[in-house]
């Protein structure tokens, strides 16, 4: 499945090569309740300390979201003062920010499986774009339409964790959002050209158990494949009904995190740092270059990181891996650590992951920052060895 012979030259848009997220999701989740970790992170309140912060690791590019739900409560009626203001603070400070346009959460009205959410999802693209340009019109403007559609059909089509809580609806599911995702780049596209998109989906691998069955064999071989599937949808080589083209694949984004890799059918994890590696565990520059090899497209690891303690040895793991690929001649275009300040979790906002580069202070109203600073010195040490790599490259 190469689409080699249709590779676009490569250049890098990124601002710097390590990126910081910033949690903003607003979808419902599985008691049916809309969050919003832009706020209730308090990023949206701190935004312009929080920019500042990243000039200490040279981090230059960041990773936002417009949050669907707050933009149009009301059908194609749009408010975009929040966006606008966060807009403005990026370009005071001179922070690059990718957007996202749908990140998990739809409006009230809306599920993936509405006849309108297409349609919705293509206007509103088309808004966004003829409000930025009206702002910038000679920025690089690069967006991702809808962040992890296949986890996101998963979640709401499979196990009941979000609209429109289904089971055994996740294909379906995933259809709805890859209409969308398609009618909205060809609509952004339309408008402008020069729109970069970028893919944000999960990067995995599932085994099957030590002494499987012929059958087990299959079922995982095939499980892993359809990570893929969501990607393909976009490249018109599955569900070509849906109008996807080669052309729309740009810069396909890839997130990672400790818990990717699993033993398909059992729950069971397979474990990063064990003293005796499983042997079916494969390192994650092997995941990125196959993902590459596939599409023929330049990547970028668009989100990582791990919870607690384990945090600094992670990081220095991740500079490993991306310096590896690179070595390797890859176009690895970017590593964006999210969430890069802590957020709650969705469905019990009382439990705060302690997966960021600061910490929440949450003695204060809105949380304030407190930096783990062993992940802050081992992110440096990872900084320099992907810079080495990068020099010994190039």
Same mark, same amino acid.
């Given at each position: 499945?190469?689409?080699?012979?249709?590779?676009?030259?490569?250049?890098? /848009?990124?601002?710097?090569?390590?990126?910081?997220? =910033?949690?903003?999701?607003?979808?419902?989740?599985?008691?049916? #309740?809309?969050?919003?970790?832009?706020?209730?992170?308090?990023?949206?309140?701190?935004?312009?300390?929080? =920019?500042?912060?990243?000039?200490?690791?040279?981090?230059?590019? &960041?990773?936002?979201?417009?949050?669907?739900?707050?933009?149009?409560?009301?059908? =194609?009626?749009?408010?975009?003062?929040?966006?606008?203001?966060?807009?403005?603070?990026?370009?005071?400070?001179?922070?690059?920010?990718?957007?996202?346009?749908?990140? $998990?959460? %739809?409006?009230?009205?809306?599920?993936?499986?509405?006849?309108?959410?297409?349609?919705?999802?293509?206007?509103?693209?088309? !808004?966004?774009?003829?409000? %930025?340009?009206?702002?910038?019109?000679?920025?690089?403007?690069?967006?991702?339409?809808? #962040?992890?559609?296949? $986890?996101?059909?998963?979640?709401?089509?499979? &196990?009941?964790?979000?609209? /429109?809580?289904?089971?055994?609806?996740?294909?379906?599911?995933?259809?709805?959002?890859?209409?969308?995702?398609?009618?909205? &780049?060809?609509?952004?596209?339309?408008?402008?050209?020069?729109?970069?998109?970028?893919?944000?989906?999960?990067?995995?691998?599932?085994?099957?158990?030590? #002494?499987?069955?012929?059958?087990?064999?299959?079922?995982?071989?095939?499980?892993?494949? #359809?990570? $893929?599937?969501?990607?393909?949808?976009?490249?018109?080589?599955?569900? /070509?009904?849906?109008?996807?083209?080669?052309?729309?694949?740009?810069?396909?984004? @890839?997130?990672?995190? =400790?818990?990717?890799?699993?033993?398909?059918?059992?729950?069971? @994890?397979?474990?990063?740092?064990?003293?005796? /590696?499983?042997?079916?565990?494969?390192?994650?520059?092997?995941?990125?270059?196959?993902?590459?090899?596939?599409?023929?497209?330049?990547?970028?690891?668009?989100?990582?990181?791990?919870?607690?303690?384990?945090?600094?040895?992670?990081?220095?793991?991740?500079?490993?891996?991306? !310096?590896?690929?690179?070595?390797?001649?890859?176009?690895?275009?970017?590593?964006?650590?999210?969430?890069?300040?802590?957020?709650?979790?969705?469905?019990?906002?009382?439990?705060?992951?302690?997966?960021?580069?600061?910490?929440?202070?949450?003695?204060?109203?809105?949380?304030?920052?407190?930096? $783990?600073?062993?992940?802050?010195?081992?992110?440096?040490?990872?900084? !320099?060895? &992907?810079?080495?790599?990068?020099?010994?490259?190039?």
């Amino acid at each position: 499945m190469l689409l080699n012979s249709t590779v676009p030259s490569v250049t890098n /848009p990124f601002r710097s090569f390590w990126w910081a997220g =910033y949690e903003c999701t607003d979808q419902q989740n599985c008691f049916g #309740n809309r969050v919003d970790l832009l706020r209730q992170s308090g990023h949206l309140q701190l935004i312009h300390e929080d =920019y500042k912060r990243l000039d200490a690791f040279n981090i230059r590019t &960041v990773r936002e979201g417009i949050q669907w739900s707050q933009v149009e409560k009301r059908a =194609y009626q749009y408010d975009w003062s929040v966006v606008e203001a966060m807009l403005v603070e990026g370009h005071r400070q001179g922070i690059q920010q990718v957007w996202d346009l749908c990140h $998990f959460g %739809y409006p009230d009205d809306l599920t993936p499986l509405h006849p309108m959410f297409a349609r919705r999802f293509a206007a509103l693209c088309r !808004a966004f774009v003829h409000f %930025y340009r009206g702002h910038y019109p000679d920025d690089t403007l690069i967006v991702t339409p809808i #962040n992890e559609a296949s $986890f996101m059909a998963w979640l709401g089509g499979d &196990v009941r964790g979000t609209s /429109p809580y289904c089971t055994k609806q996740g294909w379906e599911v995933k259809i709805g959002l890859m209409r969308a995702y398609i009618e909205g &780049v060809a609509a952004m596209r339309e408008i402008d050209p020069t729109i970069r998109i970028l893919t944000t989906e999960p990067l995995v691998q599932m085994v099957p158990p030590l #002494n499987a069955t012929k059958q087990q064999i299959i079922n995982a071989a095939i499980a892993d494949e #359809n990570q $893929f599937q969501s990607v393909d949808m976009l490249a018109g080589i599955l569900a /070509p009904h849906l109008g996807g083209s080669p052309e729309y694949l740009d810069i396909l984004g @890839f997130n990672y995190y =400790y818990n990717n890799q699993w033993v398909e059918g059992t729950g069971q @994890f397979l474990g990063w740092n064990d003293y005796r /590696p499983d042997s079916r565990w494969v390192p994650l520059r092997q995941l990125l270059i196959k993902a590459y090899r596939r599409y023929g497209r330049p990547i970028a690891l668009t989100e990582t990181s791990h919870p607690g303690i384990d945090r600094p040895v992670w990081i220095e793991m991740i500079g490993r891996e991306c !310096a590896a690929v690179t070595q390797a001649g890859i176009p690895l275009l970017g590593a964006c650590l999210y969430p890069i300040v802590d957020r709650p979790d969705w469905d019990h906002l009382d439990q705060w992951h302690r997966s960021g580069l600061w910490d929440a202070d949450l003695s204060t109203t809105p949380p304030g920052r407190v930096l $783990f600073k062993p992940y802050a010195d081992a992110l440096l040490r990872a900084q !320099a060895v &992907v810079m080495e790599a990068s020099l010994l490259t190039h």
